[in-house]
């Protein structure tokens, strides 16, 4: 979070301070993005374009120039399938999916989109991609995501899903981003596109139903019977998100005690509490945003939420209320290992996740695969099973099905706060006490993230730390055993450095969807054992932005 926490964080939103949705919708369509400016070209992260209309960073031009892209990477990758199409909540991802549909079907791309073109949750287009895919040599599918995440109301977000279901990597991002920005700077005179009317009627847009095939193969990811069996009460929150015409569905199909807390739909998010710094944010990992859900704790045997595009999780239960992300995630871990005899994969995690998964990958004995910041890196892993489970900090994680196959390969928070469920019903313990178990053996370590603000210049100095920068042999009065600039489990550059010890460690990078830097850190030795790494890390990125 920060060190600077908001007297408005886990407040209501007042109403001075939503945001004025017709002047968004307004300047999508009228703003006309500068490409000499950094800040209004095309720019994908580690989860595709994302920016605001309010100053020309996710404009109906941006979406034009993406979507005519991908349809020309399509075509020199030789994609010949199906392209899923889905959407998130968000005001303006309601406008880029007009505007994607336009160009996607003036191109001739076969387009699936949700029947009546309602919401659909990332991982269901994830699903889709792969079950299509299954089986064939060739004719595969792939898919667009139109959704920020977490990103706050005022946010359009702009990913691709190759056939492979998971975010894109870095090749075709680059080749995707660099034709996008030559459109734009064109004058979007090669980019094809007709009316939304005729588009809508094109023979090559066709329906989809994403929530009913997705909702019916759950069963085989997650032990639905034991949770039915168990009675679990379940209470869920779609924090105002894609997820909330799945919960009734899968409730009636499965006899799930489920209730859904929430069933608000408002671009504004009016009905959020304040994050951290006072914006609105559908963190389901944030206390802040989160504490509707907190309160209700005690009315369910476990409770969850999920984003707005429903890839990320926030797990609540009764012992504990809600738990860090990186404590759910070696809760799930352990209990997959467990109870999933037949999978022989390793744990993957971002290296800013807690060194608690490096100890209970080590007790039981199973190969740790470390990779940067971002789900894609773990797409190969999940598609070949060489990985059971892949999982980041930021709450988002997927594993396989049931029978040790490829689930998705984006991040899913639907089966995450269900396998909180099933591990409630099979263990008679919350995901709480079963992380509490596990802290017996492996240490109880504290964890903090702190974001401050940095300009793209101070961001840029940041992502070219080196170990070098790591001046002495000691972190916090441990010495210091690895300065990693690259991850152990695939050797790619980081973007930033991480500095650890015997009993801690921290992690500094730029974000790469807004203008902050992040400090992660994480003691094994108490709260003045984490100030201190915190503080010695704080005053190596003051002086590598300053330098």
């Known amino acids: 979070m920060s060190a600077d926490v908001s007297p408005l964080a886990g407040k209501p939103i007042e109403p001075e301070r939503l945001v004025d949705t017709p002047r968004l919708m307004t300047a999508y369509f009228t703003e006309r993005p500068d ?108 898919g667009l995501v139109i959704t920020p995440s977490h990103n706050p109301p005022e946010d359009g977000g702009f990913k691709y899903n190759p056939p492979n279901g998971g975010p894109a990597g870095g090749e075709a991002t680059g080749w995707i981003e660099k034709t996008a920005n030559a459109l734009i700077e064109d004058g979007l005179k090669s980019v094809n596109r007709i009316p939304l009317a005729k588009a809508l009627k094109a023979t090559n847009v066709k329906p989809h139903d994403f929530r009913a095939a997705y909702v019916a193969d759950l069963k085989n990811v997650v032990d639905l019977e034991a949770i039915r069996a168990a009675g679990v009460k379940i209470g869920v929150d779609p924090l105002g998100g894609s997820g909330l015409e799945y919960w009734d569905l899968i409730a009636d199909l499965y006899g799930l005690d489920l209730t859904v807390t929430n069933r608000a739909v408002d671009p ?13 944010r559908m963190d389901c990992s944030s206390p802040y945003a989160m504490a509707k859900l907190i309160e209700l704790k005690d009315r369910f045997d476990v409770a969850f939420a999920n984003d707005p595009d429903a890839d990320r999780h926030g797990v609540v239960a009764p012992s504990v209320g809600l738990l860090n992300p990186n404590h759910y995630l070696a809760a799930a871990i352990s209990y997959l290992a467990e109870h999933r005899p037949g999978w022989s994969g390793a744990i993957g995690k971002t290296l800013v996740s807690s060194a608690v998964i490096d100890r209970l990958a080590g007790s039981l004995g199973r190969k740790l695969v470390e990779v940067p910041v971002g789900f894609k890196w773990f797409v190969d892993g999940l598609v070949d099973g060489s990985l059971f489970f892949g999982g980041e900090e930021s709450a988002g994680a997927s594993f396989l099905r ?15 706060g269900l396998l909180a469920a099933e591990m409630t019903a099979v ?18 370590p504290i964890y903090a993230r702190i974001d401050a603000p940095a300009t793209p210049e101070e961001k840029a100095k940041l992502k070219k730390l080196s170990p070098e920068n790591v001046p002495g042999d000691t972190l916090a009065g441990e010495p210091i055993k690895d300065r990693l600039t690259k991850a152990p489990g695939n050797g790619e550059d980081f973007g930033g450095v991480k500095v650890t010890t015997e009993n801690g460690w921290f992690a500094a ?28 890390a704080k005053a190596i990125v003051s002086k590598a932005i300053g330098a």
């Not at 303006?92 to 009546?116: K, M, P």
């Not at 049931?402 to 995450?416: A, M, P």
């Open 35 to 142: 490409v000499s400016v950094p800040a209004q070209r095309v720019a994908f992260g580690t989860s595709g374009h994302r920016g605001t209309s309010l100053d020309a960073g996710f404009t109906d031009v941006h979406i034009a120039a993406i979507a005519q892209a991908v349809c020309l990477y399509r075509a020199k990758a030789g994609i010949a399938g199906p392209m899923f199409l889905g959407k998130d909540t968000h005001a303006l991802s309601e406008a880029a999916h007009a505007t994607a549909l336009e160009v996607l079907a003036a191109n001739g791309v076969e387009v699936r989109i949700s029947d009546g073109a309602r919401f659909t949750p990332t991982p269901a287009v994830s699903h889709a991609i792969l079950t299509y895919n299954r089986g064939r040599d060739g004719g595969f599918a792939d």
């Open 268 to 280: 504004t998010f009016r009905f959020m509490t304040a994050d951290w710094d006072g914006k609105i």
């Open 402 to 416: 049931r029978d040790g196959s490829v689930w998705t390969t984006d991040k899913d928070g639907l089966i995450l």
């Open 427 to 444: 263990t008679g313990k919350d995901p709480g006490e079963v992380y509490a178990g596990l802290t017996e053996k492996l240490g109880a």
């Open 509 to 536: 990078r730029p974000s790469g969807t807004e203008n902050v830097y992040k400090i992660y850190a994480e003691s094994f030795l108490g709260e003045v054992h984490l100030k201190r790494i915190q503080d010695e």
